[in-house]
């Protein structure tokens, strides 16, 4: 069965970090476009970042850019995203999704639609 587990969320103070980690579970990321998006109370899912199954290709949401790194490790079947210099704002549930567009498939989005795969979600709450 192809899961997706997310972990490291919790509970950090306004300039801190956290790394969120989304395991796959049932089948091998390295075909697998990934896409991190967040949803706090009353609001949208929002996208926050993606990579591309090569790893060759990212991008970001401004209000991320220069904060928030996504990465891949396909030996772990595990991508990452390091979250750094967070804010109040950035209090969310954080998703990871995926996507089969193949081995080094070059580009990604960010786009809930463009997924098929999503994870439960990991609380990440920015406050002093």
């Known amino acids: 069965q192809l899961q997706l587990v997310e972990s490291g969320g919790g509970l950090v103070q306004p300039g801190g970090s956290l790394r969120l980690s989304c395991a796959a579970s049932?089948?091998?990321?390295?075909?697998?476009?990934i896409g991190w998006f967040r949803q706090a109370p009353g609001k949208e899912r929002e996208g926050v970042s993606c990579i591309s199954s090569s790893g060759g290709s990212t991008n970001y949401a401004d209000s991320v850019k220069g904060r928030f790194t996504i990465s891949r490790d396909n030996a772990k079947n595990t991508v990452y995203l390091q979250m750094n210099s967070l804010k109040p704002e950035d209090t969310a549930v954080y998703y990871c999704?995926?996507?089969?567009?193949?081995?080094?498939?070059?580009?990604?989005?960010?786009?809930?639609?463009?997924?098929?795969?999503w994870g439960q979600g990991t609380q990440v709450t920015v406050s002093a």
């Open positions: 999704a995926a996507e089969n567009r193949g081995l080094l498939f070059r580009l990604c989005v960010i786009g809930a639609y463009y997924y098929d795969y």
């Open positions: 049932g089948f091998t990321l390295d075909y697998y476009v």
